[in-house]
């Protein structure tokens, strides 16, 4: 085990910085149990097909030897990115851009920025919760000094996303001084335990959404769903990354895009538990979804389609349908569909959850207005709950 970085909090707790899985402790695993994406597998999935513009560092928390909390970090340089996202074109968005550019080009994330929910860290019992965010602060600050060794100022810290009722603790940690912060809720779909099939979700919609699924059913007659296997998604990734990228690009807001391999590189390394599905018209692949085991929780990932045929087809909402279905059938307690398209995941039967973080600028003259800069780099987005359910 070797580290990039090591600093002694005090006479028992120390930090480890790694930039490799390879120099991570051998029981690293046992605190990511549960949480896919705190695994030695899934970071040698960042490791390998992380965004171009990401470096990732994770961090081990030692008391005198003993492993007692693991953590994640991505650094991003917005200043390698082709795009912020093209849908939105208006002076607001112009200005987000030159605001990214000029003063948040550098962002350090403590945890991660690809997905949604508290991914950042897990910590055993046997050290007291305010301690071990303390100790996460001084990693974030010691991550800072890394990255200025390499060249590289961080504008910009931030911590995401945490569920209301931890928010006081972070407060007491010292987090205070920096910018609390909402953004988009994270959509969840809650499965009641007496479901055990897609009919069970179908009997309890109303009539209204009950219609809504018929509809969306017949219009998609033609349209042939296959799970594809590691072989099928080399064989069609140049088509696959191509459905992702124009669906990315034309989203209200981007810090990364994914590479062309990072589809490939999920599959072989976490095999079964990443799953693929493309969905073919006339043999050709029109779009796919991807959903991930994460314990009793399964995970929406990313997706992509061919715009024309998705809004003929309602391609979309079906493969929300889909996910939902599979989930029931296989027994799972939750789906976590994540924020974006908040509306139409309403309309299924997700509800948001509120998510906070903190954000601090290294420019103290910044960092006194950064409510006022987020309000460009995260803007509110109108939308309407929908209750589908009698």
Same mark, same amino acid.
């Given at each position: 085990?070797?580290?990039?970085?090591?600093?002694?909090?005090?006479?028992?707790?120390?930090?480890?910085?790694?930039?490799?899985?390879?120099?991570?402790?051998?029981?690293?695993?046992?605190?990511?149990?549960?949480?896919?994406?705190?695994?030695?597998?899934?970071?040698?999935?960042?490791?390998?097909?992380?965004?171009?513009?990401?470096?990732?560092?994770?961090?081990?928390?030692? +008391?005198?030897?003993?492993?007692?909390?693991?953590?994640?970090?991505?650094?991003?340089?917005?200043?390698?990115?082709?795009?912020?996202?093209?849908?939105?074109?208006?002076?607001?968005?112009?200005?987000?851009?030159?605001?990214?550019?000029?003063?948040?080009? *550098?962002?350090?994330?403590?945890?991660?920025?690809?997905?949604?929910?508290?991914?950042?860290?897990?910590?055993?019992?046997?050290?007291?919760?305010?301690?071990?965010?303390?100790?996460?602060?001084?990693?974030?600050?010691?991550?800072?000094?890394?990255?200025?060794?390499?060249?590289?100022?961080?504008?910009?810290?931030?911590?995401?996303?945490?569920?209301?009722?931890?928010?006081?603790?972070?407060?007491?940690?010292?987090?205070?001084?920096?910018?609390?912060?909402?953004?988009?809720?994270?959509?969840?779909?809650?499965?009641?335990?007496?479901?055990?099939?897609?009919?069970?979700?179908?009997?309890?919609?109303?009539?209204?959404?009950?219609?809504?699924?018929?509809?969306?059913?017949?219009?998609?007659?033609?349209?042939?769903?296959? =799970?594809? *296997?590691?072989? +099928?998604?080399?064989?069609?990734?140049?088509?696959?990354?191509?459905?992702?990228?124009?669906?990315?690009?034309?989203? *209200?807001?981007?810090?990364?895009?994914?590479?062309?391999?990072?589809?490939?590189?999920? =599959?072989?390394?976490?095999?079964?538990?990443?799953?693929?599905?493309?969905?073919?018209?006339? !043999? =050709?692949?029109?779009?796919?979804?991807?959903?991930?085991? $994460?314990?009793?929780?399964? +995970?929406?990932?990313?997706?992509?389609?061919?715009?024309?045929?998705?809004?003929?087809?309602?391609?979309?909402?079906?493969?929300?349908?889909?996910?939902?279905?599979?989930?029931?059938?296989?027994?799972?307690?939750?789906?976590?569909?994540?924020?974006?398209?908040?509306?139409?995941?309403?309309?299924?039967?997700?509800?948001?959850? !509120?998510?906070?973080?903190?954000?601090?600028? $290294?420019?103290?003259?910044?960092?006194?207005?950064?409510? =006022?800069?987020?309000?460009?780099?995260?803007?509110?987005?109108?939308?309407?709950?929908?209750?589908?359910?009698?």
């Amino acid at each position: 085990m070797r580290s990039d970085f090591f600093f002694k909090l005090n006479r028992k707790l120390t930090i480890e910085i790694y930039s490799s899985t390879n120099e991570l402790p051998k029981n690293w695993n046992a605190f990511a149990v549960e949480n896919i994406f705190l695994s030695k597998e899934y970071l040698e999935i960042l490791e390998e097909s992380a965004p171009n513009n990401m470096s990732c560092h994770f961090i081990g928390f030692f +008391d005198e030897k003993e492993l007692v909390g693991i953590a994640l970090s991505q650094f991003l340089d917005l200043n390698k990115l082709e795009s912020f996202g093209e849908r939105d074109k208006c002076i607001k968005t112009s200005v987000r851009n030159i605001i990214f550019k000029n003063f948040c080009s *550098h962002v350090l994330i403590i945890g991660n920025n690809m997905l949604t929910g508290q991914n950042a860290y897990f910590f055993s019992e046997k050290i007291d919760e305010i301690q071990a965010l303390k100790a996460l602060k001084t990693a974030s600050e010691q991550l800072k000094a890394l990255f200025i060794k390499k060249g590289f100022k961080v504008h910009v810290t931030t911590f995401k996303d945490f569920p209301k009722e931890e928010i006081t603790n972070f407060q007491l940690a010292g987090f205070h001084n920096s910018y609390q912060f909402s953004t988009q809720p994270n959509m969840l779909f809650e499965i009641p335990n007496h479901w055990k099939t897609e009919q069970d979700y179908i009997d309890a919609l109303s009539k209204k959404y009950r219609d809504q699924y018929k509809r969306a059913r017949k219009k998609s007659e033609g349209i042939v769903k296959r =799970k594809m *296997h590691l072989e +099928d998604i080399i064989k069609y990734e140049e088509t696959i990354y191509n459905l992702y990228h124009h669906v990315a690009k034309n989203a *209200h807001f981007n810090t990364f895009f994914l590479p062309k391999n990072h589809f490939r590189t999920f =599959k072989e390394l976490l095999k079964d538990k990443f799953l693929f599905y493309g969905y073919f018209l006339d !043999e =050709k692949l029109i779009g796919f979804n991807t959903i991930i085991k $994460n314990g009793e929780v399964m +995970d929406t990932y990313f997706l992509g389609y061919d715009d024309t045929i998705q809004r003929e087809k309602m391609l979309y909402l079906n493969m929300l349908y889909d996910m939902i279905a599979y989930s029931i059938n296989k027994g799972f307690k939750e789906i976590i569909f994540a924020r974006t398209a908040l509306e139409i995941k309403s309309s299924v039967g997700a509800k948001p959850q !509120e998510m906070f973080g903190f954000m601090k600028h $290294n420019n103290s003259i910044i960092d006194l207005a950064i409510d =006022k800069v987020f309000c460009y780099l995260d803007p509110e987005v109108v939308w309407q709950e929908r209750n589908p359910f009698k």
